[in-house]
């Protein structure tokens, strides 16, 4: 019985096999025969919880910004909205195909989802936009969604008079976010890194784990451009230190390895000619520094120093500030052997000053240092950097190689948030949901074709990015901070710890901080308890 099933079974594969043949012999078929319709039975269709979602053409309104910021241009207008027609590719620069990405998304979006767009614009300046959004939230000119700065809405987000974020965490478990409606059929906002959010950053913008008020993920093209990177010369690295090394594959290695720390980056001070004094006319120094904010930040928390303890206490979120950290004042020696090493120009006149910022800027395009101090990737896009001969990045150096690099999303990240009192809580997810899955292509040729397919130089600078972008890690302790700031500017400038080390960045501390330490707990537990009652005060 066995033999004649399979001498069956070979008649019929000869007999598939030749037909097969003679149809492939066969003429065309005419241009105009219509086709058969096959069996669709077998064809799986993924379906996604917003499918069930009626958006009966809905207008969503966004809220983003275009107050001018001389550190890192707004990118609401390019990165989120888009432009309002597709440039010619060949044309266009990096960016603006960059921009085509984001049309052909919110334009698939809005076919998808059966939805439209409009946008409302914030023009205040850093440090005011959460004062708006409170006015907003009181009023009936809300919109239903927003993105702005990560400084403000830090801050918005624990103001409980009024409430103005909706509590993605409503009645959920955690990563998996439930805005509590009747109407959300299936109703999951599925907060995960697989999906494009930046998990770890929306933990650290909230202060526990039963809500979350704040949105950053790939939609949020923004916050990537907010990251800290040090930018550098290839081209005056190769020319006077490495002529060997014509790509720069030493130091990449060195990075690759984790021995990018602070100190080494001061051995390549010998770029500076020997006798020369330090001056904003100078060629060939080390390093032109703008001893203010930004750099204070980068120095800091690009170490992730663990500055408080945070424990549950009747359940709720208890944090402690450290009394002591021996990490810190390594940092405080360091910044000041980094200001005072040879070629570095760092002039206390520029201490917290935008002009310093941007003056130390200008030196290194003008492609007089080998590296800019800490900086926002996206001051990239600027015609500056732009037309260096071969411009490249790094992480920040590390305090020691026995750290991680840690990469730090500055303040001036444009993060999310859905209004609470949006009637649109449903389709404001779905379509967040909707454009944070579909913008990993926005991203890609954001780094691909803008940043290191055309302004950067070679698959090193590349490697670079890869790293430092999955580097994104802890900034617990900076969200802190700037939540001290918020709740009471004068203590929180006096007592943060990027202002306490951009002021003492030209006094060495040959003892340790332990007084430092002292005055600023002491003068900060209290404003962070009132943050957490106000965290729970909030919905």
């Known amino acids: 019985m066995k033999t004649k099933l ?250 690759s390895d984790g021995e990018w720390t602070w100190s080494k980056l001061m051995e390549f001070q010998t770029v500076f000619p020997q006798g020369e004094t330090e001056s904003a006319t100078s060629s060939n120094l080390l390093m032109a520094l703008a001893c203010g904010g930004l750099t204070s930040t980068g120095l800091l928390y690009s170490t992730a120093f663990e500055l408080y303890d945070m424990d549950y206490v009747n359940d709720q979120v208890d944090y402690t500030l450290k009394t002591s950290c021996p990490d810190i004042n390594n940092l405080f020696k360091m910044a000041y052997e980094l200001v005072n090493t040879r070629g570095v120009l760092c002039d206390d006149s520029t201490k917290g000053d935008q002009d310093g910022v941007v003056a130390a800027k200008n030196i290194f395009t003008n492609e007089r240092s080998l590296f800019c101090g800490p900086m926002m990737l996206g001051v990239v896009e600027e015609n500056g950097f732009q037309q260096m001969q071969r411009l490249s990045i790094l992480p920040l150096p590390k305090l020691s190689v026995a750290h991680d690099y840690n990469t730090v999303i500055n303040s001036r990240a444009r993060v999310g948030a859905i209004s609470c009192h949006t009637t649109l809580k449903v389709e404001s997810a779905a379509f967040i949901q909707y454009v944070n899955e579909n913008s990993g292509t926005v991203r890609d040729e954001y780094f691909n074709k803008a940043m290191t397919g055309k302004f950067m130089v070679g698959s090193g600078a590349g490697q670079m990015l890869t790293l430092i972008y999955n580097s994104i890690g802890d900034n617990k302790g900076m969200i802190l901070e700037l939540l001290i700031r918020y709740k009471d500017w004068e203590l929180g400038t006096a007592h943060c710890w990027t202002t306490l080390i951009q002021e003492d960045f030209y006094q060495a501390h040959a003892n340790d901080v332990t007084t430092l330490f002292g005055n600023s707990v002491s003068a900060k537990q209290g404003v962070v308890d009132q943050i957490i009652a106000d965290w729970y005060q909030c919905d």
Not at 42 to 53: A, I, P, R
Not at 139 to 158: Q, R
């Open 6 to 255: 399979m001498r069956l079974f070979s008649a019929l594969l000869v007999f598939v096999m030749v037909f097969a043949m003679l149809v492939a012999c066969g003429d065309e078929p005419d241009d105009d025969r219509e086709a058969i319709d096959g069996d669709d039975d077998d064809v799986v269709t993924e379906t996604n919880w917003w499918d069930s979602v009626d958006f009966n053409d809905t207008t969503l309104t966004i809220m983003i910004s275009n107050a001018s910021d001389v550190e890192l241009t707004p990118g609401g207008d390019k990165y989120m909205k888009g432009p309002l027609e597709q440039v010619d590719e060949e044309e266009g620069t990096g960016f603006e195909k960059v921009q085509n990405e984001v049309y052909l998304r919110n334009a698939q979006a809005i076919e998808d989802l059966g939805i439209q767009l409009s946008y409302d614009y914030c023009n205040k300046v850093w440090g005011s936009v959460a004062g708006h959004v409170k006015e907003l939230e009181g009023s009936t000119g809300y919109p239903d969604m927003y993105c702005d700065l990560l400084y403000d809405y830090v801050g918005a987000s624990i103001s409980s008079n009024p409430q103005c974020f909706a509590n993605l965490y409503k009645y959920t478990t955690k990563n998996v976010a439930k805005l509590e409606d009747s109407a959300y059929v299936g109703g999951a906002l599925e907060i995960s890194k697989g999906n494009g959010f930046y998990v770890d950053l929306m933990e650290d913008m909230a202060l526990s784990e039963d809500k979350m008020y704040l949105l950053a993920g790939d939609y949020y093209l923004d916050v990537l451009r907010a990251m800290l990177v040090l930018p550098f010369n290839l081209q005056m690295y190769v020319d006077r230190l490495a002529q060997d090394d014509p790509d720069g594959e030493a130091l990449y290695e060195l990075v």
